[in-house]
């Protein structure tokens, strides 16, 4: 099990930029973990944004994201992150990160397939 700690969310205009950070900590030492950003705004379901697989050989972007949101992770400090770029008030939302044991190149997407999530921070994007 690994705990997670997102950070970095806030309030800014239509336009802006944030980087959205994700500390792990726990089993970080004899595991490896493929990771993911999801976002739920009120009302609506948990969705996916964007993933990163173990090695951090392989991205996947939901398509309002691509060109505008970079995932990258620094194993050598488990922080996972998210630049969030050109932001739309369409991307507010609180955004969570996910992880999931895994030694290979797969970006997992489905919610249901991570035991482990962060407690969330929320993006505000005003128009």
């Known amino acids: 099990q690994v705990q997670l700690v997102e950070s970095g969310g806030g309030l800014v205009p239509a336009g802006g930029s944030l980087r959205l950070s994700c500390a792990a900590s726990?089993?970080?030492?004899?595991?490896?973990?493929?990771m993911t950003w999801f976002r739920q705004a009120p009302g609506k379901e948990r969705e996916f944004v964007a993933g990163?697989?173990?090695?951090?050989?392989?991205?996947l972007y939901e398509d309002s994201t691509k060109g505008r949101f970079i995932i990258s992770r620094d194993n050598a400090r488990n922080t996972l992150y998210l630049e969030m770029n050109n932001l739309k008030p369409e991307d507010t939302a609180v955004y969570y990160c996910?992880?999931?044991?895994?030694?290979?190149?797969?970006?997992?997407?489905?919610?249901?397939?991570?035991?482990?999530w962060g407690q969330g921070t929320q993006v505000t994007v005003s128009s």
């Open positions: 990163i697989s173990a090695i951090g050989d392989n991205t």
């Open positions: 996910a992880a999931k044991v895994s030694w290979s190149s797969v970006v997992f997407t489905t919610k249901e397939f991570f035991p482990d």
């Open positions: 726990g089993r970080t030492t004899d595991r490896t973990y493929a």
